[in-house]
């Protein structure tokens, strides 16, 4: 970043929860690079509109990644999470210091344009099962960017906001196994366990992916939380198949799982599709379904 990118800013106070913390700042491993010096500057103005606004936010997406694992690797935009009540607001006020504003998906995500240049606003997870709230503020840690004091996501939530991340054309799995390898004293399990609780098994995915990649590193995952997860398993193993044909594969990839919901009979996440080939009959014949 140049020298008036980096010039400081004299903050407004903030009090109540979302006041930023009177602490030492987190010390950040390493910073993404930006494309040119066009894009260094568009990421420095936009940082300070964000700060001005005094609407709060947090860094997540490679810049957190970054800052967690030490890995540098290029980056187009900034991603920046919110609390869905201010998502609107932030936008607003873009469109207020002239840039342009998009809503691509009314569900979670927002983005302020400059030029070729943009930055996302995100408030929950594409498939609605992120959203983004006080726990996200509270937990956050605190670094410095371009001379102003930012929150920055945790990384017990930035796992949790990049498990379900899992398409053909981008993965974000290794992101996860980077930040267990490089923060995993860091990471609350208790908590990111609570926040999967409806879908353990992903997050047993990537424990199990974590434990193959890095066999040496496997006791930076805590027993308790994988015995727990197994527990879970097998006791699943018991259960009678589900009745609903179901494709959470949705929950990943909606283009690569469309076959199975327009074509193979299977519900789409939140919908209802057909019967699994012979529940009818074990019905009738009164057996477990």
Known sequence: MNAEANAALTLAPRSGKDALKNEPDMEVKASPTLADADSESFVAEAL???VNCHIPFLLAGTFAV???TGISRPTKDLDIFCRAGDYARILAHFKEKGYEIEVEDDRWL????????FFDVIF?????TMPIGDTWFENARQIEMNGH???IIAPTELVWSKCFVQLRHRYDGGDIVHVILRAHDQIDWQRLLNHMEVH???????????RWIYPTERDKVPDWLLDELLDRLKAQRELPLPQMKICRGRMFSRVDFEIDVKEWGFADVGGEGELREGVKEEMAQGGPA
């Open 48 to 50: 300070e509109d964000l």
């Open 66 to 68: 970054s800052a967690y």
């Open 110 to 117: 927002g983005k302020v344009k400059k030029g070729r240049h």
């Open 149 to 151: 004091k930012v929150r």
């Open 200 to 210: 353990w098994e992903v997050l047993l995915i990537h424990l199990l992916n974590f």
């Open 124 to 128: 929950a997870g594409s498939n609605g």
